[in-house]
């Protein structure tokens, strides 16, 4: 027998960072996502022995341990140490021993919520061999419990979301963890060419995003004007984005991120720097008409809004940069798990 469970990574194309604590209980948080085919596997093999093995195989990562109640929290395959205590004391002790491996489909530190969507991606094959009565509400804040607080990586809440629910969602974000998913009605056609206008570029190079996130939150916590500014900013801009694609205005999509990717800047040191700013002002001026880097920014990937053809000659002028074009679809659907 073979539990497997894939979740989908995201793009967040509007109100990044405002899903953060202490911004989402202070003032709350609007984002707007869209989930893409790329995405994040786990699969869970029961074994006769005695025995966990953790195998990440796209970090070539690899640890053993004998079958215990808790898992020692040590940096290496934490994700999966930390969905293993979790379920084990909340719902208690596993089948059998077992092996889990997982795969993802971008590195760590790309901006594409890839550590969280790995998270829902084991917790969902879990709670698949467990059968463990979990909705999606559930899957979703169990992961954000698990990695934000358990395991205390800093981030927001979008990403465990937005891969457990899939689609193209308009978020909000309050205090006492109180997040609505909104799913959005998007028409085929506008979907279609939100896809095949979106550019979506890795820099080839990744990033902590916590350092970034630690500086926003400290903005914040200070009261730092400019920066609380920019993310008001911020969550009207998930809201003109949301307008733009339920009315099928696509190319109004353009403008709508470059002024929201100018206003993250100012929301904490780090979120661009000068190699970035100038792969975003080439690809302006190659017909692009906006563009942000996504997650918490300093690295990873970049996507860009290029209307009628000029995805060609965006591509064309990145290519100088060194990094690579990534292929995807925008995906209707969040986490699946199945069991063989």
């Not at 539990?3 to 960072?17: E, F, M, Q, V, Y």
């Not at 093995?53 to 690899?62: G, M, P, S, T, Y």
């Not at 790995?118 to 059968?131: D, K, P």
């Not at 899957?139 to 698990?146: G, L, S």
Request: glycine fraction near 10%; charged fraction near 20%; aromatic fraction near 10%.
């Amino acid at each position: 027998m073979i539990i497997r469970s894939k979740a989908p990574l995201r793009i967040g194309l509007a109100g990044g960072g405002t899903d953060v604590s202490p911004y989402c209980d202070l003032y709350g948080g609007s984002i707007l996502n869209a989930t893409i085919s790329l995405y994040a596997h786990a699969n869970i093999e029961p074994i006769h022995e005695q025995k966990i093995i953790l195998e990440a195989v796209d970090r070539k990562e690899k640890a053993e341990y004998d079958l215990s109640e808790s898992l020692p929290i040590d940096g290496k395959l934490d994700l999966a140490k930390g969905v293993y205590n979790h379920v084990v004391k909340n719902y208690g002790a596993v089948p059998s021993g077992f092996k889990i491996t997982t795969y993802v489909d971008a590195p760590a530190g790309s901006g594409l919520g890839s550590s969280s969507t790995l998270m829902v991606a084991i917790l969902g094959a879990f709670a698949e061999w467990m059968q463990l009565p979990l909705g999606e509400y559930d899957i979703a804040h169990t992961a954000y419990i698990i990695e934000r607080k358990e395991l205390a990586m800093a981030g927001g809440k979008q990403d465990q979301y937005a891969a457990t629910f899939g689609g193209v969602n308009f978020m909000e974000f309050y205090n006492d963890d109180r997040v609505i998913v909104n799913p959005l009605r998007i028409k085929r056609r506008v979907l279609f060419e939100l896809g095949n206008n979106l550019v979506l570029y890795f820099t080839s190079t990744s990033r902590l995003s916590s350092t970034i996130i630690e500086a926003q939150t400290k903005n914040v916590t200070e009261k730092n004007e400019q920066s609380i500014e920019a993310m008001h900013q911020l969550k009207k801009q998930a809201q003109m984005m949301k307008e733009a694609l339920l009315k099928g205005n696509v190319d109004d999509i353009g403008p709508i991120l470059d002024f929201g990717f100018r206003y993250k800047k100012q929301m904490a040191s780090g979120i661009s720097n000068n190699e970035l700013d100038n792969i975003y002002e080439s690809a302006l001026a190659a017909g692009a008409t906006g563009g942000k880097i996504s997650g918490a920014g300093g690295g990873g990937f970049m996507m860009f809004y290029c209307p009628g053809n000029t995805r060609y000659n965006v591509i064309e002028k990145l290519k100088e940069f060194g990094g690579d074009i990534r292929r995807y679809q925008v995906t209707e659907h969040g986490l699946f798990t199945w069991t063989i």
